[in-house]
């Protein structure tokens, strides 16, 4: 149970719109479940694209609620200019992973970078990769990582690899409540909707700027672009992003 940005391209208020989402940390969206506490403060992370290489690389996991944090500010700040592919995860824990550095989102590996909304259960049966190195304390959310990442990296071109990776989200037969997440490799971006339950809250959002792209959990309004300039996604869906100006292709499955 998390929120999710992904900033892909040229997008002017990009820093606007990572201070906005800070703000989901302690007012997001959380499921109609008892017991729920507001907000998402179990800890939170960036990754971005490299500048002079290819990939993605991890900006930083920290603990805590990214709301009042100021390395939040002092992170985003850092960047003299706009990464091509900037990545926020505002973490809230599945009951059963524990609240931990290793177990905050992004995940990385091969130069990609993953964020994840949602419960996996027996996750660890989605069979990934071996060669791919775990670094979390057995996170559902890395398994499926892992998983999709398996599949994606065997398409020759984005059209394969969006078919690639429906074909591997057509095959999960364990039970969840979201896969929705964000995987990049700092060149190419796909956000993948697909929920099983509670569909008010797992939800997906995508703003077109002309010269880039925002997706998120929420429909966040920055400075006069409100809840009307957003697309939410459909269920079982894949937003595949590429090229500069931004390519973008919504395939349903």
């Known amino acids: 149970m998390c929120r999710l940005l992904g900033i892909y391209g040229s997008v002017s208020l990009w820093k606007d719109f990572l201070f906005k989402f800070q703000e989901l940390s302690e007012k997001g969206k959380v499921p109609p479940v008892p017991g729920v506490s507001p907000g998402h403060k179990d800890g939170w ?84 990769n071996s060669e791919l190195q775990t670094t979390s304390e057995n996170s559902d959310s890395e ?13 020759s071109d984005i059209e394969a690899r969006t078919m690639n990776l429906i074909d591997s989200l057509s095959q999960v037969s364990v039970e969840y409540t979201s896969l929705n ?39 966040i309004d920055v400075k006069g672009i409100s809840g009307e300039g957003w697309t939410e996604m459909p269920n079982q869906s894949v937003l595949a992003v590429s090229e500069n100006p931004p390519k973008v292709k919504l395939t349903k499955f």
């Open 45 to 128: 992370g960036m990754a971005s694209s490299r500048y002079n290489s290819s990939g993605m690389e991890l900006v930083g996991k920290y603990m805590g609620e990214a709301l009042g944090a100021p390395e939040f500010g002092k992170r985003i700040h850092s960047f003299e200019h706009q990464p091509r592919v900037f990545l926020c995860h505002l973490r809230k824990a599945s009951t059963g992973i524990s609240i931990s550095l290793p177990n905050n989102h992004p995940f990385l590996s091969l130069d990609w970078a993953f964020i994840h909304n949602g419960t996996v259960y027996n996750a660890e049966s989605l069979n990934p």
């Open 181 to 219: 997440c964000v995987l990049t490799n700092g060149a190419e971006m796909y956000t993948i909707r697909s929920v099983s339950r509670h569909h008010d809250y797992y939800t997906m959002f995508y703003y077109e700027t002309g010269s880039g792209i925002v997706v998120c959990s929420e429909n």
């Open 143 to 155: 398994h499926l990582f892992h998983y999709l990442l398996s599949s994606l990296i065997e398409g």
